[in-house]
T-cell receptor, first 114, second 112 residues
C-alpha cells in the first residue's frame, strides 16, 4: 500500500450540504491529487497540490475546493453537494524527485448525494 | 477535450486468450505512458509503464506496444486469466510535470 488513507470511505449526504473528504499520506510526497471516477469518464482530475498551500485546478473543478495546510493532508470540499457529484473520489500522491513519476492511489471514497 | 482516448470500453476474453486494449493521445509532448489496473472496491495500481524511446516493454504476461508516429499505445495481456478480470486505465504524462491524464477505462472479464 502507498500509505494513503482516505476518510470517510462511504458517505451519503443531502443535496445542498457541504461535504469534506480527507486524504492523509505517510510518504511525505510533494504532490497530491483528487480525482473522481465515473462510468464512461474514467479518472478525471478535480484539483491537485504541489506543496503546502499550493494548489491548482484540474479539468472538473467547478463546485469543489481544496486545502493543504500540511504536507500529509489534502482536503476536498464540496461546497454545496449536488446529485451530479455522486461519484467515487480517489486521492493520489506522487514523488517529485523522480523524472518519470508514478502516481499512487488511495482506496477511494464513495459519495452519494440524495 | 479528452487527452487520452481508450478502447474498447469492455472486453470479454476466454481464459488463455490474448486481451488487447488500445489508447491514443494527441499531445506529442507526452513522454510517459503508464497502465493502471483496478479491482472492484480498490484504487487503481500501477501495472506497467513505457517511455517513447522504446517500442515495446514486457513484464511477465503484460506487454505495452508503443507507436510514436501513430500516437498510439496498447496493452497486451497474454494467456489471460480470470484473476486478470479488472478495469484497466491507460494514462499519459509529461516529463517531470506530475500531471497525469487518464483514459476512460476498459472493463476486462476473463471467462474460465
Amino acid at each position: 500500500d502507498a500509505g494513503i488513507t482516505q476518510s470517510p470511505r462511504h458517505k451519503v449526504t443531502e443535496t445542498g450540504t457541504p461535504v469534506t473528504l480527507r486524504c492523509h499520506q505517510t510518504e511525505n510526497h510533494r504532490y497530491m491529487y483528487w480525482y473522481r471516477q465515473d462510468p464512461g469518464h474514467g479518472l478525471r482530475l478535480i484539483h491537485y497540490s504541489y506543496g503546502v498551500k499550493d494548489t491548482d485546478k484540474g479539468e472538473v473543478s467547478d463546485g469543489y475546493s481544496v486545502s493543504r495546510s500540511k504536507t500529509e493532508d489534502f482536503l476536498l470540499t464540496l461546497e454545496s453537494a449536488t446529485s451530479s457529484q455522486t461519484s467515487v473520489y480517489f486521492c493520489a500522491i506522487s514523488d517529485e524527485d523522480r523524472a518519470y513519476n508514478t502516481i499512487y492511489f488511495g482506496e477511494g471514497s464513495w459519495l452519494t448525494v440524495v | 477535450q479528452q487527452q487520452v482516448k481508450q478502447s474498447p470500453q469492455s472486453l470479454i476474453v476466454q481464459k488463455g486468450g490474448i486481451s488487447i486494449i488500445n489508447c491514443a493521445y494527441e499531445n506529442t509532448a507526452f513522454d510517459y505512458f503508464p497502465w493502471y489496473q483496478q479491482f472492484p472496491g480498490k484504487g487503481p495500481a500501477l501495472l506497467i509503464a513505457i517511455r517513447p524511446d522504446v517500442s515495446e516493454k514486457k513484464e511477465g504476461r503484460f506487454t505495452i506496444s508503443f507507436n510514436k508516429s501513430a500516437k498510439q499505445f496498447s496493452l497486451h495481456i497474454m494467456d489471460s486469466q480470470p484473476g486478470d478480470s479488472a478495469t484497466y486505465f491507460c494514462a499519459a504524462s509529461l516529463y517531470n510535470f506530475n500531471k497525469f491524464y487518464f483514459g476512460s477505462g476498459t472493463k476486462l472479464n476473463v471467462k474460465p
